[in-house]
DNA sequence: TGTACATCAGTGAACGCGCGTTCACTGATGTAC
DNA sequence: TGTACATCAGTGAACGCGCGTTCACTGATGTAC
């Protein structure tokens, strides 16, 4: 009857998530719904409800698994950047965040879709305070190596997420694109910005600390 | 049979924009509908068709209002400042920012959200244009007074919307809150990191520049 | 190795709902004369 | 000042739709013996 003549699907959680990802990059989260991600899978309206209570579940299992990949992306870019000190390195993850944004912006809108998502689910905020103290480390190193002058860490992390955040956000609603005349690839324009703030506010490894 | 008696509204374009906004106050974006609207006027749900083409068209007014509103408190803010230099006003501009963002949110939502607003709309368009002038303009001011350094414009303009963008949108998400001992007050961390930011990259009226 | 059976995943019909949009209508307004 | 009438704003019934959730069911799986 079923084309794969499967009648247990075999990992049919995954394959909704995966879903999930489908329609929002062909047709906008507004698409999403229980039934259409069965529709996608070839699975019966019905089935979703054994692996996910209701659809703000699905949603919200989805961006905890943005938030893991996010933090995935984060480290290894940290690893590969061959940075000097935490300053580059701090760098180097407002870089990845910027690059997961826009590669894989069907996660990133989820993740801060408040209204879609239950920030107070247990995993999802695991996640998401998994990927937040990678920053909030990458600072304290900052300090410890004494590059963080006279700035209040606390400050400067929200600094540095918001400046990410806001280009990754404005970047993935068109609002870049039409404000200059040379489109720029939005990694290359994040890595612009990352370094004239954190050049600016804390000095660079090369040049003497402020 | 109304409340009122009246049959003509009188000005039911407007009624209905502010009933958008109740709506997401109250309960979110996501329960804003064309009937929902209407039923909080006290008009009958095929009323709102004389006004707005769609549920699309409504949004994207409503959006367009707040680019307006945005546009209004960022010039009073620059003018009632006090401030010294492009850089202080640059600074007021980021601050008027996040305070309308956060005491307006459900504007800046609307604003930004991408697949409910007909971004190609020519007074939304214009409406937005004339917001992000008031950036330009600021950095250019900035440029003509000599306090650039090294920096390009295009790439400043783009790190201070940014930032300011990133906080609002974060703090509005319930993103800050959470991640914060101290729980300040959305304007007074806008100050903070805005004037973290020009200090850093432009210097201060009384100090010296870079 | 074989069989009974509990468990679990997926089915498909049914529910009630709110939605956007259309349309023939009616009541109010204001203008031409 | 009065009247006819065009215009326009709002009404309410109707349409077709897709949705989330529930539930009795059936088919597959894998485990105990």
Redesign the interface.
């Known amino acids: 009857m079923k084309k794969k003549g499967v009648y247990h699907h075999g990992d049919l959680r995954s394959a909704l998530l995966e879903g999930v990802a489908q329609i929002i990059r062909e047709s ?3 698409n999403v719904s229980l039934r259409e991600v069965a529709r996608r899978i070839g699975v019966s309206h019905g089935a979703p409800a054994h692996h996910f209570a209701s659809k703000q579940a699905l949603l919200t299992a989805f961006a905890t698994e943005g938030y893991a990949r996010l933090a995935t992306v984060a480290l290894d870019s940290v690893v590969t950047s061959g940075a000097r000190d935490a300053r580059e390195r701090l760098i180097a993850v407002g870089k990845a965040y910027v690059r997961f944004a826009t590669s894989s912006p069907e996660y990133f809108e989820v993740m ?1 879709r ?3 998502v239950d ?1 107070n689910d247990p995993a999802f905020a695991a996640a998401s305070d998994a990927a ?1 103290s990678l920053l909030q480390k990458t600072v304290e190193a900052i300090e410890k190596e004494g590059h963080l002058g006279k ?2 860490p ?6 540095a ?10 970047t993935n ?4 694109e039409a ?4 489109r720029k690839d939005p990694v290359e ?1 994040a890595e ?2 990352t370094k ?2 954190v050049g ?2 804390l000095g660079t490894a090369k040049g003497r600390a ?1």
């Open positions: 906008g989260v507004s801060f408040s209204d879609a920030i937040f700035h209040d606390e400050t400067l992390a929200i600094a997420w918001s400046l990410v955040h806001g280009l990754a956000a404005l609603g068109g609002r870049i404000r200059t005349r040379s324009m612009r910005v004239l703030f600016a506010a402020r």
